[in-house]
């Protein structure tokens, strides 16, 4: 079965750091690119940003470009996303997903496998 799965999510104080991690199984995750996004509380599903399946290439969007980073290791067959400077408004639910292409012109980037998400509660 192909899936991802995310891990990583937790409590944190603003402005404190907090890396998730997407792990694949059942399939080479370094054919695909990897896409992140989040849904906060009564808010509709955002995208955040994508890596390419080689690791090459980045794009963020504005909302989390300079504070988040999105990487990979494809030996381990693992994305991962770095969270700093945390604030309250980043409270939600984080999903990572695989697919062909990323394309951030879509809501969905055109992913095709998603996580169930993990859960980042940041507060004091």
């Known amino acids: 079965q192909m899936q991802v799965v995310e891990s990583g999510g937790g409590l944190v104080q603003p402005g404190g750091s907090l890396r998730l991690s997407c792990a694949a199984s059942?399939?080479?995750?370094?054919?695909?690119?990897i896409g992140w996004f989040r849904q906060a509380p009564g808010k509709e599903r955002e995208g955040l940003g994508c890596?390419?399946?080689?690791?090459?290439?980045?794009n963020y969007e504005r909302s989390v470009k300079g504070r988040f980073i999105i990487s990979r290791d494809n030996v381990k067959n693992t994305g991962y996303l770095q969270m700093n400077n945390l604030k309250l408004e980043d409270t939600a639910v984080y999903y990572c997903?695989?697919?062909?292409?990323?394309?951030?012109?879509?809501?969905?980037?055109?992913?095709?496998?998603w996580g169930k998400g993990t859960l980042v509660t940041v507060s004091s």
């Open positions: 997903a695989a697919g062909v292409y990323c394309r951030m012109e879509k809501g969905d980037y055109g992913m095709d496998y």
């Open positions: 059942g399939f080479t995750l370094g054919y695909y690119a």
């Open positions: 890596i390419t399946s080689s690791g090459g290439h980045t």
